[in-house]
């Protein structure tokens, strides 16, 4: 059984930093892309940064700049490091990635994890 679990949210002022992991556990063949999603109170699910496995990166505009995707394929992880942290970041923040059980391509499927709570405030 796959599962991803994150760690590293809390509270945080502004202006702060905070970095999140998301270790990937089970048996599985292998990871491709990772990510980091966030949903706050009575909005939708938006994506925050993702990683393919060749270590490409994409981030919403909202962060550019200000948070770091990065990852550790010999730790089936995925790291976001956040700097300036701003109130409007606060969410909590969930992990993806698509991760195959065999060989076959037809094998990917999209994982998440619990999610953890980022909450930005004086």
């Known amino acids: 059984q796959v599962q991803l679990a994150e760690s590293g949210g809390g509270l945080v002022q502004p202006g702060g930093s905070l970095r999140l992991s998301c270790a990937a556990s089970?048996?599985?063949?292998?990871?491709?892309?990772m990510g980091w999603y966030r949903q706050a109170p009575g909005k939708e699910r938006e994506l925050v940064a993702d990683?393919?496995?060749?270590?490409?990166?994409n981030y919403a505009d909202s962060v550019k700049g200000r948070f770091t995707i990065s990852r550790d394929n010999a730790k089936n992880t995925v790291y976001l490091q956040m700097n300036s942290l701003k109130p409007e970041d606060t969410s909590v923040y969930y992990c993806?990635?698509?991760?195959?059980?065999?060989?076959?391509?037809?094998?990917?499927?999209?994982?998440w994890g619990k999610g953890t709570l980022v909450t930005v405030s004086s």
């Open positions: 089970g048996n599985f063949f292998s990871i491709n892309a």
């Open positions: 993806n990635a698509i991760i195959y059980s065999s060989s076959n391509w037809l094998s990917g499927m999209h994982y």
């Open positions: 990683i393919t496995s060749g270590s490409n990166t």
